[in-house]
């Protein structure tokens, strides 16, 4: 592979992510105009609100300079740095969290299936049906490119072993990486992200509506949800 990764320069790229429909909006993050009055909120709001720090997570876990506030739906952002899976994501670890998102909405449908069925498979959960919500994104930034020959081909697209991705993302956050931009192992030759910063994003807004059919062994069909009239 290569020593230095190439970069993807990417403006006002629009993207998709898929999120649990029981997941609510934080207004504090929402309802402040910038990084110095959410820090002022926070400090009171923690000593008397026991609910906050469940609703709205380790606030502590991003640097102050990357923190999204005043934006709306921004806390479906912050949400991804301040919850954090215990055991991480592909280029995500239990100590820092990352956006993830792909161009289409097909690729966030695919990977959001596959890591939903692992998660419903591991606790034997009856068959049900799961709301989700899609985010339609902007984002600006410099992503750490690994989609050439030499990464494909690398323990970086390892299906289910994400021990040596997990150390490469440690080591390009580390160097300051806004995120990287990589070939998603669900949905083949289509592109994911990962952002590491809140901040890259620039606009947010909740589309559709969807519904993932599980039937106790896999997610059988996804629905999308209207109004009737729509």
């Known amino acids: 592979m290569s020593a230095i990764p190439p970069s993807s320069e990417l403006q006002h790229q629009q993207a998709y992510r898929i999120i649990p429909s029981r997941y609510p909006p934080i207004c504090l993050y929402e309802d402040v105009a910038n990084a110095d009055e959410l820090e002022a909120v926070w400090a009171v709001e923690a000593l008397t609100n026991d ?30 740095f301040t919850h954090l899976n215990p055991e991480g994501a592909r280029f995500t670890t239990g100590d820092f969290g990352g956006y993830y998102c792909a161009p289409l909405l097909d690729t966030a449908v695919k990977e959001t299936v596959y890591h939903q069925e692992r998660v419903f498979g591991y606790t034997s959960e009856p068959a049900q049906k799961l709301q989700m919500r899609v985010l339609h994104t902007e984002f600006c930034a410099s992503l750490v490119d ?19 991705s997990q150390a490469f993302a440690q ?12 070939r998603s192992v669900r949905h083949s030759g289509h592109d994911c992200y990962v952002l590491y910063r809140p901040r890259l994003i620039t606009r947010i807004h909740q589309s559709q509506h969807l519904e993932y059919h599980w039937n106790g062994s896999a997610i059988a069909n996804v629905l999308q949800i209207r109004l009737y009239g729509e």
């Open 51 to 80: 609910r906050l720090q469940e609703e709205a997570g380790e606030l502590a876990r991003v640097p102050k300079k990357d923190w999204l506030v005043g934006l709306a739906g921004g806390s479906y952002v912050m949400a991804a």
């Open 146 to 164: 690994i989609r050439g020959e030499d990464y494909l081909a690398s323990p970086l697209y390892h299906a289910t072993d994400y021990g040596h």
């Open 171 to 182: 080591e390009q956050k580390r160097g300051g990486a806004d995120g990287i931009h990589y």
